[in-house]
Structure formats: C-alpha cells, structure tokens
C-alpha cells in the first residue's frame, strides 16, 4: 500500500477516535427534556393559596421548591458540587453531601459511595465533565429518565425531578405517594391518612 494512503487511513482513525480519546457518550436517542423542565419550573407562578397550583417549598427549608400543575408535579433542589482525589462531592436540597467514586461504563457513568452504586448517570448535554476533575458546564440524566442533574461551571447544581401527578380538589398523587390536601392559614397540609406529612407555603423563587 501507497505510503500517502497509509498516512490518510490513519489520519482517519485519529478523527474517528480523536486520536486516543474515548468517543463522547452518544446522546442522539437520549430523551433530554430537563432544561425546558426546569426553566419551566423556574418561571412559574407563586402558589395558590385558594386551591393547588404554582410554585411552593415546604415550610421552613431552603434549596428546594415545588411546582403543582393539573398533571405534573415537578421538584427543584439546588446545591454545590466540588472535586478531589476522592472524587466528586455534592451536595444539594436538604440532602447531607457524599462523596462519590465516579467509574465510566458503556451506559455512561456510576457514582459510587463503597460498594454501592448510588446514581447511575447518562451524559445528555453540555460539556462531559464528570471525570474532569475541575467544575464544567453540563447535564445528565438519572438512567431510566429520572432526574436531571445540571452541573454549572461556578460549582453549583440544580437537580430536576419531574412526576406525572394526578391532582383533584383533594387529593395528589405522584411518583407513587398519595396524600389528601387541605389549605389552612394560608399554607397547603397533605396528610397521609390522619397524619399530617407536609405544609407547603407559596414562594416566588
């Protein structure tokens, strides 16, 4: 074989490879829709305090805020994220942070704390940053479309949760909960037969 033709089937191998590198993770049949979701969630409209919609956070927490629509119920928790020889430490809602041993595999990532594998991670969008070691800017999903996790490159998060909910006059239901709901002292109770489980306050942000 030509010695021009060797240099340019390997020069192809190197394109196709990025000359050692492994391919980013394919995204083409990923279904991404956690920007628009949590923009949405974003920009809705305060709770309601004469019936269940709009935005709420449960009485007395930050970093976390709640979105009822007439079927879709969507949970927004914000937080840090920072690496080190550990791995990579988050943080967010009114969760403890844990740090996670990050393991690449053919599905895309596992983050692990000992043996147990705690978020198993698809890369959708964005920079594919989380064996990176340093802060990036990108988005990936829980596998089995779960949650979205939105890494930004000042080292905060913001994850999103997005449930089909059923909601009438008194009742809600969604990732497999139900409660009945009543509103009082301009604050929304659900209550788990009896008990009462959350209150939930309107809130603009």
Request: hydrophobic share 30%; net charge negative; aromatic share 10%.
């Amino acid at each position: 074989m030509h010695l021009r033709k060797l240099l340019l089937l390997g020069l192809l191998a190197c394109t196709l490879t990025a000359c050692g590198q492994k391919p980013i993770h394919d995204t083409s049949l990923k279904e991404n829709s956690h920007v628009s979701d949590l923009q949405e969630a974003k920009e809705a409209e305060k709770g309601s305090t004469q019936k269940l919609i709009g935005k709420y956070k449960i009485e007395g927490t930050e970093h976390t805020f709640y979105v009822v629509e007439e079927n879709k119920l969507s949970i927004v928790e914000t937080g840090t994220y920072s690496f080190d020889d550990k791995g990579v430490t988050i943080q967010y809602g009114n969760n403890s942070p844990v740090t996670y041993k990050v393991e690449e595999v053919e599905a895309g990532f596992q983050l692990k704390s000992g043996e147990n594998i705690l978020l198993p991670l698809e890369y959708m969008e964005g920079t594919d940053g989380l064996m990176k070691a340093k802060p990036f800017s990108g988005i990936y999903g829980v596998v089995n479309n779960g949650p979205g996790y939105v890494f930004y490159k000042d080292g905060t998060i913001e994850v999103i949760t997005t449930h089909d909910a059923t909601v009438t006059n008194q009742e809600i239901s969604f990732g497999g909960l139900q409660y009945t709901w009543k509103i009082k002292n301009e604050k929304v109770q659900f209550y788990d037969g009896e008990t009462l489980a959350i209150t939930m306050v309107p809130t603009e942000k």
